[in-house]
């Protein structure tokens, strides 16, 4: 068998993975086995496969193992002498490995996902950390905004009202003004018929009184041509005339 591409152990890693151990030898040589990196999951698909392959290789090796799955120190030690210190191995053929392929395939484009939506996730988190003081205000801008919302509203209920009792009091307002205007017309009409009607008194008045400044004059004369009551021999006569006879 041609040594290309076949690789040296030491016994004591051979023994650790027939026994179940992890550590970094058992990881490099799974590795070396299935012909790619594997985490500590994915070793776990591989190391039934790994076994497997190391017994067809070496049946004495079934001899490190015991019934619990655990290989005692002081077994690989007596086995030295016959197995030696090291074993050669070559990689697991691909024929055996294809299944197992197809599910670490399928296992790391899982891990790969679940990896990118983890820095996606802590990338969305640092960014909500970043904008959890804008949230607050945020908050504290839509309790204002809810405020003023009603206050708004109120405002416009109470425009409405006041709209209403406007056009109701210039409705009033017209009725009264044809009121008024109505009435300033009767008050200049009787103003106007009281001044022509005291000019009318006064023009009389003068009329009087100029007659009675033309009257007083003759009274005034036919006083004194008249025959006072004590001329005469006193009161006699049929009519009183005070001539005695």
């Known amino acids: ?38 985490d500590k999951d994915a070793e776990c698909f591989v190391t039934p496969l790994a076994k ?8 004495d090796l079934m001899k490190l193992c015991c019934c619990s799955g655990e290989a005692p120190s002081s077994a690989c030690e007596s086995k030295k002498g016959t197995l030696g210190d090291n074993i050669s191995v070559e990689p697991i053929p691909a024929k055996y490995m294809e299944s197992f392929v197809a599910i670490l395939n399928q296992y790391e484009e899982a891990i790969e996902t679940a990896e990118t939506e983890q820095e996606a996730t802590l990338e969305l988190n640092k960014q909500l950390k970043a904008l959890e003081p804008f949230k607050k205000k945020a908050e504290e801008l839509e309790k204002k905004v809810a405020q003023l ?38 008050i200049v009409t009787k103003a106007v018929k009281a001044s022509l009607g005291a000019l009318a008194v006064a023009g009389a008045a ?7 400044a033309v009257a007083e004059p003759q009274a005034a004369e036919e006083s004194a041509n008249e025959v006072p009551d004590t001329f005469g021999f006193g009161a006699s006569g049929s009519d009183n005339d005070g001539f005695g006879f």
């Open 206 to 212: 003068g009329a009087v009184a100029g007659a009675d």
């Open 1 to 38: 068998m041609s040594d290309e591409g076949r690789r040296v152990f030491k016994m004591e890693i051979v023994h650790d993975l027939l026994s179940g151990k992890s550590n970094a030898g058992v990881s490099e040589m799974l590795s070396f086995l299935s012909g790619r990196s594997l």
């Open 149 to 186: 919302e009603a206050k708004v509203k109120t405002l416009t209920t109470e425009n409405a009202e006041l709209k209403d009792n406007v056009n109701q009091f210039k409705g009033k307002v017209a009725i009264d003004e044809t009121g008024l205007e109505s009435g300033i017309k009767d």
């Open 52 to 59: 497997a392959w190391l017994f067809s290789l070496n049946t």
